[in-house]
Structures are given as C-alpha cells and as structure tokens.
C-alpha cells in the first residue's frame, strides 16, 4: 500500500495503519527535528507530537496530496511551535556562538570527526530557513519540487535558496577551519 492509501484508512478511522506511517517516516522526521533543534531529546519529543499530530489531525489531510509534503509540514508547524514557546519562555536566546559550542560539547560530538564537527558547526551558524532548506534537499534527499509545495513558493526559488545557503555555508566551514 502507499502512504497516501494508508493515510486514508486512517482518515477512514482504521488508526493501526499508523503504526505503518510511524515505520516508514519516523527515523527520517527524527533526523529532520534533530537537525533543526540541534538537539535529540528535544527531537524524539518533536518527533512522538508530529505522530500525535498526525491522528489528531487526520482529517486535515487532503487526498490526491502527497503524504510526505504533509507530514514534513505537519513537522515543521511542530517545530514552529516548539520554536515560539521556547523563544517566549525564555528573553535572552541563545546566541549562534553558543549553539556551535553547544554541538560540540554534544557526547556524540566525541564520535564525529573533525569535518562532521566544523560541518554542524557551520550549520548551526546558518538562519533557521538556510538550514531547514539543507536539511531537506540534501539530508533528507527531497526533491526541490516537494520542498516548493512544502514552503508554498516556486521551485525557482528554492533553487535560489538552496544556492545562497549553500554558499553561505561553504563560507562558515572555510572560516571555521581556519581556526
């Protein structure tokens, strides 16, 4: 069965099917959220309200849609939100140059090497768009036209996107290596 045949049963009230939704996307949503929130705690938590969200929801999803757009875009009103409450409960954010020393204080950093180090790095020091753009396009391997239907803009742009951020990235990792 596809993903849209699935989420259509469970529009259709057959919530087991779920379970299958939950096979197939959860890693790849996972290290979606991990890499916006630089965080995996707060990704596995992110991860479990995308699911939630999906059966809550599940009459919102339109059929004929791509399941994939929607359940990336039921992710990123997840992290948008997530985003907004931890923003207004806290005053002072955390500056890029903490997040950067954040990651590499990460246990997992004692596993990286050094390129994956200044890799992260670099993308931490990216606005929250460039790098939600990478993630998808070159993390998660989505096609720039389901990135277009994703964001509500045109696949020209996010070709110009993708480019600028790329760019933009390549010149943190040069200067960080610098260091």
Known sequence: MTDEQIMEAVQNGDLQQASLLFDRYHQRLFNFLARLTM??????????????RMIR???????????????????????SDHYQQTKNKKADFVAVEKMSEHIADNEDSAMMDEQE????????LLSEEQRELLVLTRFQHMKYEEVAVLMNTTVANIKVKVHRAIAKLREHYFELEKI
């Open 57 to 79: 929801y599940r009459n919102s999803y339109r059929q004929g849609l791509k399941f994939q757009s929607w359940i990336y875009q039921v992710a990123r009103n997840v992290f």
């Open 39 to 52: 965080d995996r705690e707060v990704a596995e938590d992110l991860t479990q309200n995308v699911f939630l």
């Open 117 to 124: 180090q200044l890799l992260q790095k670099s993308m931490a």
